[in-house]
Protein backbone atom coordinates (compact mmCIF):
# COMPACT_ATOMS: atom_id res chain seq x y z
CA UNK A 1 0.00 0.00 0.00
CA UNK A 2 3.04 2.25 1.04
CA UNK A 3 4.67 1.65 -2.38
CA UNK A 4 1.34 1.91 -4.00
CA UNK A 5 1.02 5.56 -2.80
CA UNK A 6 4.38 6.30 -3.57
CA UNK A 7 4.41 5.41 -7.15
CA UNK A 8 1.31 7.68 -7.08
CA UNK A 9 2.97 10.41 -5.56
CA UNK A 10 5.91 9.84 -8.23
CA UNK A 11 3.42 10.19 -11.38
CA UNK A 12 1.79 13.46 -10.17
CA UNK A 13 4.99 14.96 -9.43
CA UNK A 14 6.08 14.03 -12.95
CA UNK A 15 2.54 15.18 -14.23
CA UNK A 16 2.98 18.34 -12.77
CA UNK A 17 6.73 18.60 -13.73
CA UNK A 18 5.58 18.15 -17.16
CA UNK A 19 2.88 20.83 -17.41
CA UNK A 20 4.72 23.67 -15.45
CA UNK A 21 8.01 23.12 -17.28
CA UNK A 22 7.08 21.76 -20.73
CA UNK A 23 3.47 22.73 -21.36
CA UNK A 24 3.53 26.19 -19.31
CA UNK A 25 7.39 26.77 -19.74
CA UNK A 26 7.34 27.48 -16.48
CA UNK A 27 5.42 30.69 -17.00
CA UNK A 28 3.18 30.11 -13.09
CA UNK A 29 6.62 29.64 -11.85
CA UNK A 30 7.86 33.10 -12.26
CA UNK A 31 9.43 35.33 -14.94
CA UNK A 32 12.86 34.44 -13.82
CA UNK A 33 12.39 30.77 -14.65
CA UNK A 34 11.19 31.73 -18.12
CA UNK A 35 13.47 33.36 -18.74
CA UNK A 36 16.19 30.27 -17.80
CA UNK A 37 14.42 28.42 -19.82
CA UNK A 38 14.84 30.01 -22.87
CA UNK A 39 18.02 31.60 -21.80
CA UNK A 40 19.36 27.42 -21.52
CA UNK A 41 17.58 26.90 -24.81
CA UNK A 42 18.98 29.41 -26.92
CA UNK A 43 21.24 27.73 -28.97
CA UNK A 44 18.75 25.23 -30.20
CA UNK A 45 15.79 27.17 -30.37
CA UNK A 46 15.57 27.50 -34.27
CA UNK A 47 16.26 24.17 -34.58
CA UNK A 48 13.54 22.82 -32.26
CA UNK A 49 11.17 25.29 -34.07
CA UNK A 50 11.78 24.52 -37.57
CA UNK A 51 10.63 27.28 -38.54
CA UNK A 52 9.62 27.38 -42.53
CA UNK A 53 10.78 30.50 -44.00
CA UNK A 54 8.11 30.23 -47.17
CA UNK A 55 5.64 29.38 -44.29
CA UNK A 56 6.93 32.87 -42.21
CA UNK A 57 6.64 34.77 -45.21
CA UNK A 58 2.96 33.83 -46.27
CA UNK A 59 1.48 34.39 -43.23
CA UNK A 60 3.61 37.01 -41.20
CA UNK A 61 6.00 39.17 -43.22
CA UNK A 62 4.05 39.88 -46.24
CA UNK A 63 0.14 40.66 -44.57
CA UNK A 64 1.92 42.72 -42.14
CA UNK A 65 4.06 44.55 -44.86
CA UNK A 66 1.35 45.05 -46.80
CA UNK A 67 -0.81 46.35 -43.61
CA UNK A 68 2.01 49.01 -43.74
CA UNK A 69 2.87 50.09 -47.13
CA UNK A 70 1.13 53.31 -46.86
CA UNK A 71 2.68 54.00 -44.19
CA UNK A 72 6.11 55.89 -44.92
CA UNK A 73 8.89 54.64 -43.05
CA UNK A 74 6.69 52.42 -40.61
CA UNK A 75 8.33 51.85 -37.56
CA UNK A 76 7.52 47.94 -35.90
CA UNK A 77 8.01 47.11 -32.33
CA UNK A 78 8.45 42.61 -32.27
CA UNK A 79 7.16 42.21 -27.92
CA UNK A 80 8.78 38.71 -26.90
CA UNK A 81 11.40 38.87 -29.91
CA UNK A 82 13.33 35.79 -29.39
CA UNK A 83 15.87 35.17 -31.88
CA UNK A 84 13.95 37.48 -34.09
CA UNK A 85 11.82 35.47 -35.88
CA UNK A 86 9.44 38.11 -36.68
CA UNK A 87 12.01 40.77 -37.86
CA UNK A 88 13.52 38.99 -40.30
CA UNK A 89 10.19 37.82 -41.99
CA UNK A 90 9.31 41.70 -41.81
CA UNK A 91 12.80 42.76 -42.88
CA UNK A 92 12.72 40.59 -46.23
CA UNK A 93 10.06 41.73 -47.97
CA UNK A 94 11.09 44.12 -50.27
CA UNK A 95 8.48 46.61 -50.04
CA UNK A 96 8.96 46.96 -46.18
CA UNK A 97 10.92 50.16 -46.06
CA UNK A 98 10.67 51.06 -42.31
CA UNK A 99 12.64 49.96 -38.98
CA UNK A 100 12.35 47.04 -36.37
CA UNK A 101 12.51 47.11 -32.95
CA UNK A 102 12.62 44.02 -30.97
CA UNK A 103 12.64 43.29 -27.18
CA UNK A 104 12.53 40.41 -24.83
CA UNK A 105 14.07 39.28 -21.31
CA UNK A 106 16.12 36.34 -22.44
CA UNK A 107 19.66 37.88 -22.62
CA UNK A 108 20.78 34.61 -24.92
CA UNK A 109 18.03 34.42 -27.40
CA UNK A 110 19.02 38.08 -28.12
CA UNK A 111 22.52 37.57 -28.44
CA UNK A 112 21.21 34.83 -31.15
CA UNK A 113 19.01 37.16 -32.98
CA UNK A 114 21.98 39.64 -33.45
CA UNK A 115 23.42 36.42 -35.61
CA UNK A 116 20.57 35.90 -37.44
CA UNK A 117 19.44 39.00 -38.29
CA UNK A 118 23.19 40.31 -39.68
CA UNK A 119 21.97 41.05 -43.10
CA UNK A 120 19.25 43.34 -41.62
CA UNK A 121 21.37 44.97 -38.84
CA UNK A 122 21.22 48.58 -39.73
CA UNK A 123 17.27 48.59 -39.87
CA UNK A 124 16.60 46.11 -36.66
CA UNK A 125 17.54 47.26 -32.54
CA UNK A 126 17.55 44.74 -29.75
CA UNK A 127 16.89 45.54 -26.46
CA UNK A 128 16.98 43.38 -23.56
CA UNK A 129 13.44 44.05 -20.85
CA UNK A 130 10.28 42.65 -19.43
CA UNK A 131 7.55 43.15 -21.97
CA UNK A 132 5.02 44.12 -19.10
CA UNK A 133 6.97 47.72 -18.58
CA UNK A 134 7.53 48.25 -22.12
CA UNK A 135 10.48 51.36 -21.78
CA UNK A 136 8.87 53.86 -24.97
CA UNK A 137 6.77 56.84 -25.07
CA UNK A 138 2.60 56.35 -25.90
CA UNK A 139 1.77 56.34 -29.73
CA UNK A 140 5.45 55.14 -31.08
CA UNK A 141 4.80 52.78 -33.20
CA UNK A 142 3.09 52.14 -36.61
CA UNK A 143 2.59 48.30 -35.77
CA UNK A 144 3.69 46.19 -32.60
CA UNK A 145 2.98 42.13 -32.86
CA UNK A 146 3.44 39.51 -30.25
CA UNK A 147 4.16 35.96 -31.36
CA UNK A 148 3.47 32.86 -28.98
CA UNK A 149 4.01 35.00 -25.49
CA UNK A 150 1.46 36.26 -24.17
CA UNK A 151 0.22 32.96 -22.66
CA UNK A 152 3.61 32.62 -20.59
CA UNK A 153 3.77 35.90 -19.37
CA UNK A 154 2.13 36.04 -15.60
CA UNK A 155 -0.28 38.70 -16.64
CA UNK A 156 -1.00 38.80 -20.45
CA UNK A 157 -4.03 41.55 -20.24
CA UNK A 158 -1.63 43.92 -18.76
CA UNK A 159 1.08 43.15 -21.97
CA UNK A 160 -1.24 43.68 -24.15
CA UNK A 161 -2.10 46.86 -22.63
CA UNK A 162 1.44 47.94 -23.04
CA UNK A 163 1.40 47.12 -26.42
CA UNK A 164 -2.03 49.05 -27.39
CA UNK A 165 -0.11 52.06 -25.30
CA UNK A 166 2.78 52.50 -27.17
CA UNK A 167 0.62 51.78 -30.66
CA UNK A 168 -0.29 54.82 -32.76
CA UNK A 169 -3.48 55.25 -33.49
CA UNK A 170 -4.69 53.39 -36.55
CA UNK A 171 -1.43 51.47 -36.01
CA UNK A 172 -1.54 47.78 -36.24
CA UNK A 173 -1.37 44.87 -33.47
CA UNK A 174 -0.80 41.41 -34.14
CA UNK A 175 -0.60 39.22 -31.82
CA UNK A 176 -1.53 35.45 -31.05
CA UNK A 177 -3.42 33.58 -28.71
CA UNK A 178 -2.96 29.68 -27.82
CA UNK A 179 -5.83 27.75 -29.34
CA UNK A 180 -4.88 24.33 -28.97
CA UNK A 181 -5.67 20.72 -27.11
CA UNK A 182 -2.91 22.14 -24.15
CA UNK A 183 -4.93 25.54 -24.21
CA UNK A 184 -7.21 24.39 -21.18
CA UNK A 185 -4.30 23.63 -19.02
CA UNK A 186 -3.30 27.03 -19.30
CA UNK A 187 -5.74 29.41 -16.98
CA UNK A 188 -5.64 32.61 -17.67
CA UNK A 189 -3.34 32.52 -19.59
CA UNK A 190 -4.76 31.18 -23.02
CA UNK A 191 -8.36 32.65 -23.95
CA UNK A 192 -11.19 31.60 -25.46
CA UNK A 193 -11.78 32.81 -28.90
CA UNK A 194 -14.30 34.92 -28.17
CA UNK A 195 -13.28 36.05 -24.92
CA UNK A 196 -9.94 37.38 -26.85
CA UNK A 197 -11.86 39.30 -28.96
CA UNK A 198 -13.60 40.27 -26.16
CA UNK A 199 -10.48 42.27 -24.35
CA UNK A 200 -8.98 43.53 -27.42
CA UNK A 201 -12.16 45.74 -28.21
CA UNK A 202 -11.92 46.59 -24.63
CA UNK A 203 -8.49 47.97 -25.21
CA UNK A 204 -9.26 50.64 -27.91
CA UNK A 205 -8.99 48.31 -31.07
CA UNK A 206 -11.16 47.70 -33.65
CA UNK A 207 -11.36 45.94 -36.60
CA UNK A 208 -10.51 42.78 -34.98
CA UNK A 209 -10.13 39.89 -36.89
CA UNK A 210 -9.22 36.08 -35.80
CA UNK A 211 -7.48 33.86 -38.61
CA UNK A 212 -6.76 30.21 -37.77
CA UNK A 213 -2.55 29.53 -37.69
CA UNK A 214 -1.45 26.61 -36.71
CA UNK A 215 -2.61 23.74 -34.75
CA UNK A 216 -1.88 25.48 -31.53
CA UNK A 217 -2.59 29.19 -31.95
CA UNK A 218 -4.91 31.99 -33.84
CA UNK A 219 -3.24 35.07 -35.03
CA UNK A 220 -5.36 37.65 -33.88
CA UNK A 221 -5.29 40.93 -36.10
CA UNK A 222 -6.50 44.70 -34.62
CA UNK A 223 -6.26 48.87 -35.62
CA UNK A 224 -5.77 50.63 -32.17
CA UNK A 225 -8.78 53.14 -32.79
CA UNK A 226 -8.27 57.79 -34.07
CA UNK A 227 -7.13 59.55 -36.39
CA UNK A 228 -4.12 57.68 -38.39
CA UNK A 229 -0.91 59.89 -38.05
CA UNK A 230 2.21 57.09 -38.40
CA UNK A 231 4.99 57.20 -40.20
CA UNK A 232 8.31 58.79 -39.90
CA UNK A 233 11.28 57.13 -38.10
CA UNK A 234 12.62 58.81 -35.37
CA UNK A 235 15.97 58.58 -33.53
CA UNK A 236 15.56 55.88 -31.02
CA UNK A 237 16.58 58.27 -27.81
CA UNK A 238 13.47 59.97 -28.79
CA UNK A 239 11.05 57.26 -28.68
CA UNK A 240 12.99 55.33 -25.57
CA UNK A 241 11.93 56.47 -22.31
CA UNK A 242 13.61 55.49 -18.84
CA UNK A 243 11.49 52.84 -17.01
CA UNK A 244 12.51 53.87 -14.07
CA UNK A 245 11.29 57.21 -13.91
CA UNK A 246 9.58 57.43 -17.14
CA UNK A 247 11.70 59.97 -18.28
CA UNK A 248 12.31 61.09 -22.35
CA UNK A 249 13.81 61.71 -24.06
CA UNK A 250 17.06 59.70 -22.83
CA UNK A 251 20.22 60.53 -24.84
CA UNK A 252 22.87 58.29 -26.12
CA UNK A 253 26.58 58.83 -26.61
CA UNK A 254 26.86 55.40 -28.45
CA UNK A 255 27.95 53.31 -25.62
CA UNK A 256 24.56 54.00 -23.29
CA UNK A 257 20.87 55.48 -22.99
CA UNK A 258 21.43 58.06 -19.77
CA UNK A 259 18.20 59.68 -18.34
CA UNK A 260 18.89 63.20 -16.89
CA UNK A 261 16.36 63.07 -14.62
CA UNK A 262 16.90 59.94 -12.40
CA UNK A 263 21.10 59.38 -13.86
CA UNK A 264 20.28 55.49 -14.44
CA UNK A 265 22.33 54.59 -17.73
CA UNK A 266 21.52 51.72 -19.78
CA UNK A 267 24.39 50.31 -21.56
CA UNK A 268 25.12 49.17 -25.21
CA UNK A 269 26.35 45.79 -25.06
CA UNK A 270 29.33 44.74 -27.64
CA UNK A 271 26.77 42.64 -29.89
CA UNK A 272 24.78 46.06 -30.42
CA UNK A 273 22.14 44.69 -27.63
CA UNK A 274 20.52 47.63 -25.05
CA UNK A 275 20.59 46.56 -21.79
CA UNK A 276 18.13 48.12 -19.99
CA UNK A 277 17.39 45.27 -17.36
CA UNK A 278 20.79 46.08 -16.69
CA UNK A 279 21.05 49.52 -15.22
CA UNK A 280 23.81 51.18 -13.75
CA UNK A 281 23.78 54.83 -11.80
CA UNK A 282 25.95 57.42 -13.95
CA UNK A 283 26.85 60.75 -12.17
CA UNK A 284 25.56 64.41 -12.73
CA UNK A 285 28.99 65.18 -13.90
CA UNK A 286 29.61 62.55 -16.24
CA UNK A 287 26.20 63.40 -17.40
CA UNK A 288 26.94 66.85 -17.98
CA UNK A 289 30.38 65.42 -19.83
CA UNK A 290 28.10 62.98 -21.92
CA UNK A 291 28.22 64.03 -25.67
CA UNK A 292 24.76 63.13 -27.47
CA UNK A 293 24.69 61.61 -30.84
CA UNK A 294 22.92 64.46 -33.05
CA UNK A 295 19.76 62.59 -34.41
CA UNK A 296 20.54 61.72 -38.02
CA UNK A 297 23.70 59.92 -36.34
CA UNK A 298 21.13 57.90 -33.79
CA UNK A 299 18.48 56.76 -35.47
CA UNK A 300 17.68 52.87 -35.66
Given at each position: MAWGLVAIGLLLLIVLGYWQMIVAEGSYLGPRVVTFLYDLTAPAYERIKQFDPGYEQWFLGLPLGQALEKIPSPLVLDVGTGTGRLPR???FQPAFRGQVVGIDL?????????????PYRERLALIWQDAQDLPFEANSFDAVTCLEVLEFTPHPQAVLREMVRVLRPGGVLLVTNRVGKDAWVLPRR???????????????????RIQSWQADYDLVWGVKSGVPRGGGVRPLSQVLRCPACHHN??????????????????????????????PSHKSVLEQREQPTIPAEESRI
Open positions: ALLSRRMLAHAVQLAQAFARPDFEALLRELDLENVPLPSDGTAFTCPRCALSYPVAPDGVIEIAR
